[in-house]
């Protein structure tokens, strides 16, 4: 059944009324624009068509009622939802709440049903799907802010404080923000977005994602090392953020910031640059003009920022051989997923040539789809 189908039938069965109403986040790839975030620089991301749909209903206390169809149910006072004060999948649905309160928001209990077709920990941002329809929902039933940066930033509050993950603001901002169409340019400084138009269909080309099904241990903790490690090098430079840096200050600053951080810098002063060319060629509508920097991304995220893994670095090189315009990794890394952005005619030939590298090489099937880029998150009935 359709997740909203579904998530209104289990609310019925499971709380024997219907829900207020049903929202739905988008998962997203992102185009070009990786590790930049958090390092107030830019970013291309698009959402896609898989979904976290939430049907609510307000309580009159103060308990929250939460049930996933993936991951079962919990059930806790809106008190216990702090930093600290909820664990595993509960805070991504609840911590929203917090922040909406921690906003001045008076907000109440909540019945909420999760339905997703997003697979978890795939690096298609599940997570910020979830917190951003649900934020969706608390807002519109209890209040709060209108605008979509301010609702990104209440949802990157919660992942950040009540998950206690430090990621930057994409995730989010593309949930809320994307359209249909379209990439979302964002400038992750002032939270400027701009459309561009992004339709790989009319050029007679497919954007491919590659889920690689795996997910290495090491993400949470080298994320927040690479984080550090960006913050570090712009105190050294004396820059507010990476953002501000050119490679020429790379240069002159040489073996004051050491050979690795060095590297890590190199990676995000050039990936802001090429999600800027990228943006360039879309706006001139040439999508077939942007592989060779979605593959250069690739290969700095491989070997500069060094967060690639030996599956995406697989499925790179297989659509690439297969005849991708350009392929990279796509998310935060250590496994998850990779785009190749692929003539029509060639997407069976990468995803047999991406499925067949993977099997010989003794890696789990990989799942491959075609992206279209989706409309971000809202109220659906
Ligand atoms: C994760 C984070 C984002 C971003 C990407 C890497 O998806 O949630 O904020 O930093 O990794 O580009």
């Given at each position: 059944m359709h997740p909203e189908g579904a998530a209104r039938q289990v609310f019925l069965e499971r709380f024997g009324r219907p829900p207020e109403g049903v929202w739905a986040a988008p998962a997203r790839v992102n185009l070009i624009g990786e590790h930049t975030d958090y390092n107030d620089g830019f970013v291309l991301p698009l959402?896609?068509?898989?979904?976290?749909?939430?049907?609510?209903a307000r309580r009159p206390d103060d308990l929250l009622r939460l049930v996933s169809l993936q991951r079962g149910e919990r059930a806790l006072r809106l008190g216990e939802v702090r930093p600290g004060g909820v664990?595993?999948?509960?805070?991504?649905?609840?911590?929203?709440?917090?922040?909406?309160?921690?906003?001045?928001?008076?907000?109440?209990?909540?019945?909420?049903?999760l339905a997703s077709d997003v697979p978890i920990g795939s690096g298609l941002s599940s997570s910020a799907a979830v917190e951003c329809a649900t934020l969706l929902a608390a807002r519109d039933l209890y209040g709060g802010p209108g605008d979509p940066a301010r609702l990104a930033q209440l949802a990157q509050r919660a992942e950040n404080e009540v998950v206690g993950v430090p990621s930057g603001i994409m995730d989010q901002m593309a949930a809320m923000a994307c359209r249909a169409g379209h990439v979302l340019l964002l400038d992750c400084r002032t939270l400027g977005v701009e459309q561009v138009p992004f339709a790989p269909a009319g050029a007679?080309?497919?954007?491919?994602?590659v889920d690689t099904r795996t997910a290495h241990s090491l993400a949470g903790s080298a994320y927040a090392e690479r984080r550090r490690a960006c913050e570090r090098v712009a105190r050294l430079l004396g820059v507010p953020a990476l953002r501000d840096a050119t490679q020429a200050d790379l240069d002159a600053a040489g073996d004051r910031l050491g050979e690795v951080a060095l590297r890590r810098a190199r990676h995000v002063v050039a990936e802001n640059a090429r999600v800027l060319a990228v943006a360039d060629r879309l706006r001139q509508g040439r999508p077939e003009a942007i592989?060779?920097?979605?593959?250069?991304?690739?290969?700095?995220?491989?070997?500069?920022?060094?967060?690639?893994?030996?599956?995406?670095?697989?499925?790179?090189?297989?659509?690439?051989?297969?005849?991708?315009?350009?392929?990279?990794?796509?998310?935060?890394?250590?496994?998850?997923?990779?785009?190749a952005l692929v003539p029509a005619g060639a997407a069976e030939k990468v995803t047999e040539t991406v499925t067949g590298t993977f099997a010989g090489r003794g890696f789990r099937e990989p799942e491959v789809f075609g992206a279209h880029p989706a409309d971000g998150a809202a109220r659906v009935a």
């Open positions: 959402a896609i068509d898989r979904r976290v749909t939430v049907a609510a664990d595993g999948w509960a805070a991504y649905a609840a911590g929203p709440l917090w922040s909406l309160l921690e906003e001045g928001a008076e907000v109440g209990g909540l019945d909420l049903v007679g080309l497919v954007l491919l994602v592989g060779d920097a979605l593959t250069a991304s690739h290969a700095s995220l491989r070997d500069d920022y060094q967060v690639s893994a030996p599956e995406l670095d697989a499925a790179v090189e297989a659509a690439l051989a297969a005849g991708a315009l350009g392929a990279r990794m796509t998310g935060a890394g250590f496994g998850g997923c990779a785009l």
